[in-house]
């Protein structure tokens, strides 16, 4: 981990987020265990909400318990250099290399009127901010598609791809309330190469675009991140099924999924409510996302 601070433009951001997210705080942590645990506690303590926003940024937290003020319940996005227990999905244990990824987590009041595909919604969000050229389908070469339900993939253009970020989301009741609370880690760099957490299934920013770093990364996605949840709470997955089915990774795959009565079947896109629609030999089942997982079928690759 640098002996400096990061340059994240905390301010910045903040100026550019509170006309959406009034009281919002931004705040950016050396070192934390878990930035959506951290929020989900500290939203468990139900406090009146502030007026007022702030910028904070600290080098060292070791407890989920910091900051703890009366903007409990307000809008908060936090920023950790190094996070030692991030969570996925099902429980997954999620490690972020300092300084090689972007881990944040926003925490804000929100009220759609169907939670249903908010995951998918934010993940086409996140990869039209970094690849905005992605939708086209025909596009050659390395762009970002999503795998259904939370993961950004890079794809090779070639039928192959490798994961480049995660999307976790949860929510809790505060007080007359429901606070979502929306996980993102993004791999920016490369991992070394004598590291033992390198797998054949890394994939990072930096191979699209040289440049990037852990801020410049958060810069670009943040305001975008917003407006699809704004927008989400208008209209619903609905909104972003179109933008979705062009960065499907999945379509037209061999999928093998651990639902009891779908095992096997073609990823033949998504229904209304953003379930996976997958083609087997007795018809087109739909498999939500709960405590379901999906992984492409290795020996059997695309069937479109």
């Known amino acids: 981990m640098p002996d400096h601070p990061l340059r994240w433009g905390a301010e910045a951001l903040w100026e550019q987020l509170t006309p959406q997210l009034p009281g919002l705080s931004v705040e950016v942590v050396a070192r934390i265990s878990s930035t959506n645990t951290a929020l989900l506690e500290r939203a468990r303590i139900v406090t009146p909400p502030s007026e007022e926003g702030d910028v904070q940024v600290r080098r060292s937290v070791e407890s989920t318990a910091f900051g703890r003020r009366a903007a409990d319940l307000q809008p908060c996005l ?8 991030g969570r996925g999905r099902q429980g997954r244990v999620w490690q972020a290399a300092p300084g090689a990824s972007l881990t944040f987590s926003l925490a804000l009041p929100l009220s759609p009127k169907d939670w249903s595909g908010l995951s998918l919604a934010v993940g086409v969000a996140l990869a039209q ?26 794809l090779d ?7 480049l970020g995660g999307i976790l989301i949860e929510t809790v009741a505060a007080g007359s309330r429901r606070l979502a609370v929306i996980g993102v880690g993004l791999n920016i760099m490369p ?25 410049a990364t958060l810069a670009r996605v943040a305001k975008p991140l917003v407006d699809a949840l704004r927008r989400f709470e208008r209209e619903g997955f609905a909104g972003f099924a179109e933008a979705f089915a062009a ?4 379509f037209g795959r061999a999928v093998i999924t651990t639902h009891p009565e779908v095992p096997e079947g073609i990823a033949a896109g998504l229904g209304p409510d953003g379930s996976l629609l997958v083609r087997t030999e007795h018809g087109v089942r739909e498999v939500g996302s709960g405590e379901v997982s999906v992984r492409l079928d290795p020996q059997r690759g695309a069937q479109c």
């Open 191 to 215: 991992m070394s190469t004598t590291a033992s957490e390198v797998t054949t299934g890394y994939a990072c920013l930096q191979e699209i675009d040289p440049a990037a770093t852990a801020p």
């Open 157 to 163: 253009g070639q039928g192959g791809g490798r994961k």
């Open 247 to 250: 960065r499907d990774m999945l």
């Open 78 to 85: 936090l920023v950790a250099e190094h996070q030692t227990h």
């Open 129 to 154: 901010a970094l690849d905005p050229a992605g939708d086209a389908a025909d596009r050659a070469g390395k762009r970002i598609g999503v795998k259904w339900p939370n993961d950004l993939w890079l």
